[in-house]
């Protein structure tokens, strides 16, 4: 069974920092692609940035210079730390996991950035 689960969400003021994390389980972590994706109120879900099993990695570009995605395949886990954040940033945050064409999602983590 594949298990997908992101922490580190909370509340934090505009320029300021929070590293997420997401651990998934019942998957070959080294194979998957790993990425995480946003969605605000009233928006659409986006993606905010990814990291292949090979170690590239892809950002949008509202987040280019700001955010880092790295992963960790020992500890089967992804991190998207997250600086001199803006209050646009708040959103549900959520780690989409790639494993052998299948797409697992978790069940997102809130992250609130007040002005």
């Known amino acids: 069974q594949v298990r997908v689960v992101e922490s580190g969400g909370g509340l934090v003021q505009a320029g300021g920092s929070l590293r997420l994390s997401c651990a998934a389980s019942g998957i070959t972590f080294g194979i998957s692609t790993m990425a995480w994706y946003r969605q605000a109120p009233g928006k659409q879900r986006e993606w905010v940035a990814s990291v292949s099993s090979g170690g590239s990695t892809n950002y949008a570009n509202s987040v280019k210079g700001r955010f880092t995605i790295s992963r960790d395949n020992g500890k089967n886990t992804v991190y998207l730390q997250m600086n001199s954040l803006k209050p646009e940033d708040t959103a549900v945050y959520y780690c989409?996991?790639?494993?052998?064409?299948?797409?697992?999602w978790g069940q997102g983590t809130q992250v609130t950035v007040s002005s």
């Open positions: 989409k996991v790639v494993h052998r064409f299948v797409e697992y």
